[in-house]
């Protein structure tokens, strides 16, 4: 054992201040004027070049080496779904515990039995989705409860919050890996199932060199001679083996054209014999319903379809009416299917009946449209994708959700889709659109310069600011009141009146010139207080009453129940003084009858404004309707402004009047191609992102265009703007193929040029929506001729969507393709048997074992080992590592003592103690 041990110097430049200091001290002795006798100041010379030997040493770091084949043992226990129990039946859940429990504590209760493992040291490592804590406390329990069928969050035995939906290997081995100490020989112990949905495990293994060099820098020549990896022992658990059924997939192809026969097939895997109806849906409908029976493995059923009338075709599969089943959440699967044909538009219309003349135009020009009313405006991105352009006609952005109109962005910015907004008495800042999304994305404004020769308005805006306004609905309040300041012209008046239980003058009755003082005054309202409404209505009566206005309005805003009072009264004479009242209610707390009421008497208009965000539009939409100043309805003959190839065929010469529009402003960097005789926007465009925008700010309908709808170039006009706009996918020559597989999707193009070429060293870029709808880009990289291919993460479930183009070195665009995949249930709920080649790959690259007996885990391999050992077991017989021990505290305890006594034999004179010589 003494032959083992030996000494280091970490920092050996210190000794070197020996050559110094010992000098000086011999020095200083010899030069010494001390009376004590010689052998004494020997003794004290002695005493301090000790000191300083040993201070040297100390600081040099002096270091003892032991070499120790004691070890770290990190035991990885898998507590993911397919290894984990299911509470929705009591007995399949007693079974698995005790399933469960044979498989991890019945395995560690043998291998720590007998004292065996007391001589390492063990710590536990939880993992699923994610790593847990390390503990050193040996789970008891096998594995918590899930919360659902679907397994989210549950605390595990070791109280960490594990997500079992998911499998990553990988993750145990890096966290497992970088907690080994440096003086132990590292080992870690995985029991799983081997079946990894996320990461690459044998990656993660042979990553783990790194971390061992760094434990062994200081072993011995044994050690050194053996593998620098961390040995990792695999020990396989048994899978779920309850009674399970699973829609494994849904084949389609991924382009077909319009009418094209093609087939579905579905994809059924079961461990057991079983029964059961599977439905197929197309979209929201159902294509086939049968009864089928299962064979225990996979099942495959295929049915032929054809698609009409879609771009984009979602087939869904369920199963149901089992005999035996134990999870839900597997039954159902999709699949997405892009076809080609003909261009179609979706147009959203107040009034569907007024859009028959231009969905006729349309369609002799070979362009199909859907016609919806305003509650048919899409709430996903996939019914958009069916469409290359959104229309809307005539509809206020009060009739839209804010999750609509962020979908309509995403639609035109990220999948370049067209969209474009026609005027109408409901449109543009009429229908409140002022600084909402959609406008941001249009080419022209919603606020305008108020023409001298309008009539003026006089407007008191009376909020709310009792307490239940608090938070999110005052803040949204405020933003409305400030939009309206903003709309208004500076012939305008402003008042803005707060109410509780009183009532008091938040910016008092003045010009809208002094925007920025009305806005200052605004942001000061604070909620609290009670609701009395009736005060605040008559003192805005009695303030307009006084005002010289020509039009006179008040917008009233509460979330509550007022206070009664004479409501109806204060209404009626406001009606009888010609000044319009509309009310908006917040949320469903208030006292809708009566703000009904007072609105209808008031000649106003009543908002139900269920989400406070939708309040500014409101607002915007009311201070546009009520300065009456937005539409402009003289009848006019478009003027060409800019000449585009897009309508080179149109002789607007002939084009007959206009009889309206509403009034906008161009944006800076937009296309205005028509205007109005008095120089206002007509037609307008613009790129947004991918896609194009247009406002075309009169209608398509008999109110304003009621003599275009004779005109010969109607349908021409409209057919081309419509595919300037509209989203152009070019799919000669290219193949798109999208497919996943563990959170992980590839997506693949196959690009050639009209020559039949490979297309080759093209800007292939991918830019990809989440269901969350975030945005990421992703170029494809060229792999093989004409071929490009990427790789995204898929972490979340639900419908991804893409839009890809290519582009020539120089920029120009060559093909736009939009295609899609649905994400479904986890990979941890999919049927597998237990990976035993996967866990011997692990073992075997790591000089690990594979499926060790209980009672040889913790045993040195040379005591397991026989003429067969392995070269994993000999390598692990030969493991050592050198167990530092740091000196300098002894060293620096050793000199302190002899510097004591270095005082003593500098102060004391020992002679006087010393025998007598006798001669």
């Known amino acids: 054992m003494l032959e083992s041990l030996s000494l280091e110097l970490i920092h050996p430049w210190w000794m070197a201040t020996l050559l110094v200091v010992v000098p000086l001290l011999v020095w200083y002795f010899r030069r010494s004027l001390s009376d004590f006798p010689p052998r004494q100041l020997l003794v004290s010379l002695l005493t301090r070049c000790v000191i300083v030997s040993l201070l040297a040493l100390a600081l040099s770091g002096m270091t003892l080496l032991r070499p120790t084949t004691q070890q770290f043992v990190i035991v990885a226990i898998d507590q993911s779904l397919s290894v984990a129990e299911d509470e929705a039946d009591p007995a399949a859940k007693e079974k698995a515990d005790a399933d469960r429990k044979s498989q991890v504590n019945e395995y560690l209760d043998k291998a720590f039995a007998d004292g065996r493992g007391a001589a390492h040291k063990v710590m536990f490592l939880p993992f699923a989705a994610q790593t847990g804590s390390l503990s050193q406390e040996r789970p008891k329990l096998a594995l918590p409860t899930p919360i659902n069928a679907a397994g989210s969050t549950a605390p595990n035995s070791l109280g960490v919050d594990l997500d079992r939906n998911a499998t990553d290997l990988s993750a145990a081995i ?17 029991m799983t199932d081997g079946n990894q949905t996320i990461g690459d495990a044998l990656q993660a293994a042979l990553g783990t060199a790194s971390v061992a060099k760094s434990v062994s820098a200081r072993a011995g020549e044994k050690a050194a001679k053996s593998s620098t990896l961390i040995p990792i022992d695999t020990i396989p658990l048994k899978v779920r083996d309850d009674a399970e059924v699973q829609v494994a997939a849904v084949e389609v192809p991924a382009q ?143 009739s839209l959700s804010q999750r609509q109109m962020e979908l309509a962005r995403t639609y035109v910015q990220d999948l370049g889709g067209g969209f474009m907004m026609l005027g109408g008495d409901q449109s543009f800042g009429l229908g409140g659109y002022y600084k909402t999304v959609l406008e941001e994305i249009l080419p022209v404004r919603s606020d305008f310069e108020k023409e001298k020769e309008k009539p003026s308005l006089g407007m008191v805006l009376v909020i709310d600011k009792s307490g239940s306004m608090g938070g999110e609905k005052i803040e949204m309040a405020k933003e409305a009141a400030k939009s309206a300041a903003e709309l208004l012209g500076p012939r305008d008046q402003l008042g803005v009146i707060a109410f509780d239980g009183n009532f008091y003058w938040v910016s008092d009755m003045q010009s809208a010139a002094n925007k920025a003082r009305i806005i200052d005054d605004i942001s000061r309202i604070e909620a609290g207080g009670g609701t ?43 009606a009888s003084a010609r000044i319009t009242c509309s009310t908006v209610a917040v949320g469903e707390g208030c006292d809708s009858k009566v703000l009904e009421e007072i609105a209808k008497i008031g000649q106003g208009r009543y908002f139900e404004a269920l989400d406070p965000s939708s309040l500014p539009q409101i607002f915007a939409k009311e201070t546009m309707t009520a300065s009456k100043s937005a539409i402009n309805e003289q009848p006019f003959v478009p003027q060409v402004v800019r000449p585009t190839p897009v309508l080179a065929d149109i002789d607007f010469e002939t084009a007959p009047f206009l009889l309206g529009y509403v009034v906008t402003r161009p944006k800076a960097t937009c296309e205005l191609i028509l205007a109005t005789e008095a120089g206002d926007p007509l037609l307008a465009w613009w790129r947004y992102g991918l896609g194009t925008t247009v406002a075309f700010t009169s209608d398509a309908k008999s109110r304003w265009g009621a003599e275009w709808l004779t005109w010969p170039g109607y349908s021409k ?32 193009m196959d690009a050639i040029d009209p020559a039949g070429k490979f297309l080759n060293q093209a800007t292939t870029e991918a830019t990809i929506i989440d269901p969350q709808l975030g945005q990421r880009k992703l170029e494809l990289k060229q792999t093989a001729p004409g071929r490009y291919v990427a790789e995204f993460d898929t972490p979340a479930s639900g419908a991804y969507h893409l839009n890809l183009t290519q582009k020539t070195a120089g920029g120009t665009l060559l093909h736009q393709q939009t295609r899609g995949l649905i994400v479904g ?14 866990l011997k790959s692990l073992a075997d690259s790591t000089d690990g074992r594979f499926n060790p007996l209980p009672e040889d885990l913790f045993a040195p391999a040379s005591s397991t080992a026989s003429k067969s050992a392995t070269a994993g077991e000999a390598a692990l017989a030969a493991r050592t590592v050198q167990r530092t021990t740091p000196l300098w505290p002894y060293l620096a305890t050793a000199a302190l003592i002899l510097f004591i006594l270095d005082v003593a034999l500098r102060r004391i004179d020992f002679s006087l103690w010393w025998p007598v010589r006798r001669f």
Do not use: C
């Open 532 to 574: 009395t409404m009736a005060p605040a209505m008559e003192e805005a009566y009695n303030t307009l009453v006084g005002t010289t206005a020509k039009l006179k309005h008040v917008i009233m805003l509460t979330d509550g129940i007022s206070s009664p009072g004479d409501f109806e009264g204060i209404a009626q004479s406001m």
């Open 256 to 398: 077909v054209r319009e009418g094209e026969p093609f087939y579905v097939e579905v994809v059924i895997n079961s461990n057991h014999e079983d029964e059961g109806l599977v439905e197929v849906f197309r979209g929201a409908h159902k294509v086939l319903s049968e009864n089928r029976k299962l064979k225990s493995g996979e099942n495959r059923f295929r049915f032929q379809q054809s698609i009409t009338g879609e771009r984009l075709a979602q087939y869904t599969v369920k199963i149901g009416g089992l005999k035996t089943d134990t999870l839900l959440d597997n039954n159902t699967e999709s699949g997405l299917v892009f076809t080609t044909g003909k261009p179609r538009v979706l147009l959203i219309e107040s009034d569907p009946k007024l859009a028959q003349q231009l969905v006729w135009a349309l369609q002799q020009e070979e362009i199909e449209v859907d016609v919806r009313p305003i509650e048919g405006m899409p709430d996903t991105l996939a019914d958009l994708q069916n469409y290359e352009l959104l229309a809307l006609s005539n509809v206020p952005a009060t």
């Open 825 to 838: 249930y986890p990979d941890e709920l999919r049927l597998h048997p237990t990976n035993n080649d996967l």
């Open 174 to 190: 890096r966290s497992a890996a970088g907690a080994m100490p440096p003086d132990y020989v590292p080992r870690i112990v995985i």
């Open 717 to 748: 006009f409209w057919a081309q703007v419509i595919r300037q706009s509209m989203r152009k996918n070019d799919v000669k020559g290219v193949i798109v193929d999208v497919k996943q597989d563990r959170r992980k999707a590839t997506v693949t």
